[in-house]
């Protein structure tokens, strides 16, 4: 049974590849507008993050690169009280 659960363990992590990560900051907003910063978080390529400060809100916006293309990377999120749900950037 072990070596099941490992063969199939193995083809997974061939099959989906950890996916490549974004390398920014992401800043939280009360408004849609996104003119009330509230906090916001250094995003590293590792998918880890550090706090810089204040606090998450409603909305959010992601400033960065794409890790293994370096291309710019501009995303927006609204919390739906469960999820966060892209949206259009306003600006």
């Not at 590293?44 to 990377?73: I, K, M, P």
């Amino acid at each position: 049974m072990r070596k099941y659960i490992l063969a199939v363990t193995l083809m997974l992590f061939v099959a989906f590849p950890a996916l490549a990560g974004f390398s920014g900051i992401r800043t939280y907003y009360s408004d849609a507008a996104m003119t009330n910063a509230t906090g916001s978080e250094r995003v590293f390529c590792n998918n880890t993050t550090q706090w810089l400060g204040g606090s998450t809100s409603t909305y959010r916006r992601f400033e960065g690169l794409h890790c293994e293309t370096a291309n710019d990377v501009v995303i927006c999120h609204q919390w739906n009280g469960s999820n966060w749900v892209a949206i259009a950037c306003p600006y």
